[in-house]
């Protein structure tokens, strides 16, 4: 019965969608019926944002618009690789301390060793991958529990992090082009350019998309509806550029903050890299399928181990790269590296964004709209004066109304008869 009633939101499926009120009206049913995606993290995110631009005007400022990217970058990446890992219903609890190994070889390297910049970089990443291979291994092939495995590496790697640090140094990192990544800007015509062409590629990918949907009488969005990605994009990458193109240097005479943090087209280019696996490839076709039920998976003939093993490297990998930009944020490499609330902010901002802890549904975008969720309560909160404490139960109850909504949003598709 309720099933009907869905259907009644929208045009039959298989048929194509020619307005923009029966693409409203699908997309209203489909929220109805709990597919409600990334929506409560977009909500959530403009509500935020309008009550700390109230009660602190200074939360608008130039200056600290750009610190919310370098701020919740480190975060943001691993909660990228978290989303394989949680698309399978597994969970990887090691990451934060993963990324706090990876950026102790980092340093070591570049600064103990002497090597050059992409050295260190390449010993960090195949740290990243060794790490996830054997945590897969573990989970996939002996059959421990991700839960116990990945507990088991938060301890070990929080001792080889000691190891590694000489039991509690502190390792500078003076290379510039690793310090850039996080503290340095892209030139103003630069940022542009990027923007420009991002926009061009997305509009090409979404008319390419349509034309090829319509000519096959497949289900396609009114043009309308593709105009308006289109726009917005180019709306909302303009704003931001523009704004972090202004000047955010107090004394210009000595040194002049402007463009868009170099980190931002580090995390963008991975997100469409990470996107396209996901959506675009028999390998992310592979995951979701494996996520949404591993036994008829394993009979449909996907290396089911194959692709759990996959995924926490793929996890260990994107941990490898938060840690390289912790690094470089930081100018330095101690023992606190990739601890702290570092797992706690990565695991809640995926599922804060929309990723389900049960696995089967999730996208990488998820992870970049809960990280700006995440980073957003840290520095709105700070700038008001709250404590740490105050924050983390703040972070807790937003995390809680997440997984209360991705339950309520699940339930919801079952009984509408939705997977």
Not at 139 to 163: C, D, E, R, Y
Not at 211 to 229: E, F, K, Q, S, Y
């Amino acid at each position: 019965m309720s099933t009907t009633a869905v259907r009644k939101e929208g045009p039959p499926a298989g048929t194509p969608t020619s307005t923009l009120t029966d693409h409203v009206r699908g997309y209203v049913g489909r929220v109805r019926g709990g597919e409600i995606g990334a929506l409560p993290a977009v909500l959530g995110l403009i509500v935020l944002c309008t009550v700390f631009a109230v009660l602190r005007p200074s939360f608008l400022t130039t200056a600290n618009f750009a610190n919310l990217f370098t701020q919740g970058a480190a975060v943001t990446l691993i909660a990228m690789g978290l989303v394989f890992v949680l698309l399978l219903g597994e969970i990887d609890l090691s990451a934060g301390f993963a990324s706090g190994v990876c950026a102790a070889v980092l340093a070591n390297v570049v600064t103990v060793l002497g090597y050059p910049w992409y050295v260190a970089v390449l010993a960090a990443v195949v740290t990243g991958m060794v790490i996830g291979t054997s945590l897969g291994f573990l989970v996939a092939k002996v059959g421990i529990p991700s839960f116990v495995v990945t507990l088991a590496g938060f301890l070990a790697f929080q001792g080889v992090v000691l190891l590694l640090m000489e039991e509690g140094t502190n390792i500078s990192v003076r290379d510039d082009v690793l310090v850039a990544i996080a503290n340095r800007n892209l030139p103003p015509a630069l940022g542009w350019a990027l923007t420009a062409a991002s926009v061009a590629g997305y509009a090409a990918v979404q008319l390419l998309r349509h034309r090829n949907r319509a000519a096959r009488g497949l289900h396609t969005d009114p043009m309308v509806v593709v105009l308006i990605r289109i726009g917005g994009l180019a709306l909302i990458l303009g704003l931001a550029v523009y704004v972090l193109n202004q000047e955010r240097s107090f004394n210009t005479l000595i040194n002049s903050l402007k463009g868009v943090p170099i980190v931002v087209p580090i995390i963008a280019s991975l997100l469409v890299l990470w996107t396209f696996v996901l959506q675009r490839t028999s390998y992310g076709r592979h995951i979701y399928a494996v996520g949404g039920n591993k036994e008829a998976a394993r009979r449909a003939g996907i290396n089911v181990d194959r692709i759990r093993i996959s995924v926490f490297v793929i996890c260990s990998t994107m941990a490898a790269i938060g840690g390289i930009v912790a690094a470089s944020r930081a100018n330095s490499v101690d023992p606190n590296t990739g601890g702290s609330n570092v797992l706690l902010y990565a695991v809640g901002a995926a599922v804060i964004g929309g990723t389900s802890l049960f696995g089967g549904k999730g996208r990488v975008l998820d992870a970049v709209l809960g990280g700006a969720v995440v980073a957003v309560i840290d520095n709105g909160m700070g700038l008001l004066g709250y404590s740490s404490g105050v924050k983390y139960v703040v972070t807790g109850i937003v995390l809680l109304l997440a997984a209360s909504v991705d339950a309520l949003s699940r339930r919801r598709s079952a009984a509408a008869g939705n997977r």
